[in-house]
């Protein structure tokens, strides 16, 4: 029994004692980045660490990375890039949504280097290196995805162009790939092409176009420095073959109550799901304020009328599958195939992670990990796991 101490100070929720946590893998995250820098071959190898570094946290993210080898970094915004110089002082920071009026300063005084995606914030750049002095950059080209980047006549204009100032000289060429996740997609080679085209026009520069599914389309794609993100992370870059990557981030949550429940009654909002058997019900301390998105639900959303089943999770060793809705703080999970009595409450159920794919709960949920993981809650007791010694 813990006992209530009146002039004791509380303490907040430590290891053990929260509802869900996260389990985040170091070694693996580790090994992830060396095999996609032994897959990069002779190009050099960035880590993407947007978004928190895909939300398993910039700062261990970072220096586990920069431990393995790395030494170039790719962010989405300067307020990301500025975090990330505070933790690597001797990196190089891409800034992948470039330069806008208003957010110069930061580049000079966070030492970053904007990614350039349109002819606007050339302007912006070109009047901010007359001011601010010599400052590298990046420029982002489109080569079919109709994002971000100069269109390639643009970019072929500007590598011809004789008045170009002096002073303007891109460091490396950056172009994105659509489909890679696709290896048979025609649209891969196009983009290649068209990004060659670019390459040649402004002779001798780096260049960059892989992210991690175009890691896998092989060396032509790699050119002086690849960019991956979801590999590292343990997600599935290529779509149809095995993951080859190592699980990262074991998401799990609390049972707080195993309940019986009769055939014929139904099971949260909406009493979509009207139970067919006696069914033993794990509730779990999980819900879509941590990310567990109510599309995993078992019914009840518009993505399963067509009959495909939510997601599943996994207890002692078994796939349990959701019921019904997800709620914001609960889910159901039928555990009525289980060993009478092996499910208790206090029992955590793993939602993805070693024994559950992530890409696999993502697509149940009509989404790609790379959501999954980037929507999960601050609601989470976070475990960094670091090399094994
Ligand atoms: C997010 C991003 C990446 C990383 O992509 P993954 O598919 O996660 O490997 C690379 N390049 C750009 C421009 C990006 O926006």
Redesign the pocket.
Known sequence: MSHHHPHARPTLPVAGEDHARLTIDLSALADNWRTMARRSGAARTAA?L?ADA?GIGLEPAAKTFHHAGARDF?V?TPAEGAALRALLPDVRIYV?SGMWAGSERLFFEFDLVPVIVSEEQLVVFMAAIAEGGDLPCVLHVDTGMSRLGLRVEDALALAEDAARPASFAPIML?S?LAC?DDPAHPLNRQQLQRFRSVVKAFDDIDATLA???GIFLGEDYHFTLT?????LYG?A?VNGVPNPMKPVVTAEARILQVREAKAGESVSYGASAVLARDTRIAVAAIGYADGYMRSLSGSGVPLRTAGISGASGVLHGHAVPLIGRVTMDLSHFDVTDLPPGSVRAGDFIELFGRAMPIEDVARAGGTID?ELLTSLGRRYERRYETAKK
């Open positions: 993407v947007k895909y790719f989405a992948l950056l994105h890679a992210n991690s599914a960019r991956p993100g979801i590999a997600g870059a790379y």
